[in-house]
């Protein structure tokens, strides 16, 4: 064991920790979820402090000797080697100081032991004079946020792409698949299912350009601010160094705020990203939705699509499947859409020149990222690949409308197509038996009115033959 002390008084820790009295302290005054610091995020703050530890070396101020231990410390931790050494809750007050510390303790006390000596000995490698050299908390946790959320968005990002040019694939292989359009959950005209999958592949990607355009304000960051966004104690040398450290390190392009008192009081960027993944998720909620009407039944529902059968559906009822598949991913949406709220109320609720909810807000935005990721690649792997069509239902259902009627109007005009549409209805017939039956159109011509290439593009179904039959 090693006695460990700070301004409140002194601790008792067991010698193999890594990290440190403020680490304990934070331990035993937060247990709100039970869960620890999302390894992501981890690492992001290793690589921030491995940034602070090399620009504090180019201006002089911190000892090569002991940046480089830091620094070496730091890349330990980004290979997960400390992962078990950072037991702190995510959801913690004092706007992540606990988190900040716990990262400082470890890579002090890691340098201690590179160097030579004991763990503890601070006053060769302190976590607050040599680890957190010219930071705050208040500078270094938002932006290891940032960091962090960029990681995290690129698997999302892929797998949203991969989402998209899925449902691409299927927009290709069933073009020639004609089906009822459906509004207000009623017939509508004809479209094929291909299109429909192409408009899901579309707002799919416009998701992926509204999260995008979001990240490019998490590479703006305020290192260097310190405590409150003055700069005290971080000199002008070390502010330029410390973004083009954190660039090098993280491979992308950080620059500093124009006004690092609001880059910290501010924390309106990761409203931004979250309201992103929420529209995104909105988008994929119908998504699913639609997925799960259409393969309603088997027997008694729509049943135009077959989603591949993943479990039993029923602890009493042999043989039924349910669409689990898409019902997670709505569950998974709803959830981004909650924590986005938790989120909102955390940004609206920052205080002078602080927002100490960062916790809360990385908590959230960090689970919505991964959530989201997760539920989109069950979706194309568990349900979109395996897809199949009951082309026949889709017939079907399309012999039995009346909406079809819409696309005779300039053929038969609105009185003769509203007569017929009456007609099917209360007699429970299709309409094209009522057309030829009427001698309206011949079959000929109504076969080409009717057809898919000709009523699901814009412009008049059979304009070729409106002038044919003017002549």
């Known amino acids: ?76 931790v980004v290979r997960g080697n400390f992962n078990d050494q950072f037991p702190v809750d995510p959801i913690q007050g004092g706007a992540g100081t606990s988190f900040n510390m716990n990262m400082n303790e470890v890579l002090a006390n890691r340098a201690l032991e590179i160097l030579g000596y004991e763990k503890g000995q601070y006053d060769i490698v302190s976590p607050n004079n040599h680890v957190n050299m010219a930071q705050s908390t208040n500078d270094t946790f938002p932006t ?68 995008k355009s979001a990240m490019l304000e998490a590479h703006t960051v305020n290192m260097g601010a310190t405590a409150v966004g003055t700069g005290l104690n971080a000199e002008p040398t070390y502010i330029k160094a410390v973004v083009d450290e954190l660039s090098r390190i993280v491979g992308e392009p950080f620059i500093t705020a124009d006004n690092l008192i609001d880059a910290t009081n501010n924390t309106d960027v990761f409203a931004d990203i979250s309201s992103g993944l929420k529209v ?74 602080l927002n100490v909810m960062e916790p809360v807000i990385a908590y959230n935005l960090f689970n919505s990222m991964c959530y989201l990721k997760n539920a989109v690649n069950t979706f194309v792997d568990k349900l979109l ?24 109007l300039p053929h038969i005009g609105y009185e003769n197509a509203s007569a017929l549409a009456k007609e099917a209805l209360e007699t429970d017939r299709s309409v094209k038996e009522i057309i030829l039956e009427q001698g309206l159109l011949t079959k000929e011509e109504m076969d080409y009115i009717l057809s898919p290439k000709e009523m699901t593009r814009p412009g008049i179904a059979g304009q070729d033959l409106v002038k044919n039959l003017g002549n």
């Open 385 to 408: 690949i395996d897809l199949e069509v009951d082309k026949e239902q889709c017939e079907y259902w399309l012999e039995r409308s009346v909406g079809i009627v819409t696309a005779l």
């Open 280 to 353: 995104t998720a909105l988008v994929l909620i119908k998504m699913a939705n639609d997925f799960r009407l259409m393969a309603s039944g088997p027997r008694c529902g729509i049943g135009e699509l077959k989603l591949p059968p993943r479990q039993p559906g029923s602890s009493i009822m042999p043989g039924k499947v349910n669409p689990v598949i898409a019902e997670v991913l709505n569950q998974t949406c709803y959830q981004v859409i909650g924590n986005d709220l938790t989120i909102t109320l955390g940004v609206e609720n920052g205080q002078f020149e």
């Open 144 to 211: 290891a946020i940032k960091v962090c959320a960029i990681m995290k968005s690129k698997p999302l990002l892929m797998a949203l792409r991969r989402l998209a040019d899925e449902l691409d694939k299927k927009a290709e292989e069933y073009k020639e698949i004609l089906k009822m359009g459906r509004t207000h959950l009623q017939d509508a005209v004809p479209i094929t299912l291909g299109q429909e999958m192409g408009a899901y592949a579309s707002g799919v990607r416009r998701g992926i350009r509204r999260i």
């Open 1 to 76: 064991m090693r006695k460990e002390h700070d301004f409140l008084g002194e601790l008792e820790l067991a010698d193999e920790l890594y990290y440190g009295v403020q680490t304990l302290r934070g331990i035993e005054n937060f247990f709100i979820t039970g869960k620890k610091i999302d390894l992501d995020f981890v690492k992001a703050m290793a690589m921030v402090k491995k940034a602070c530890a090399l620009a504090n070396m180019s201006t002089g101020r911190l000892d090569e000797k002991i940046g480089q231990a830091i620094s070496r410390a730091a890349d330990e």
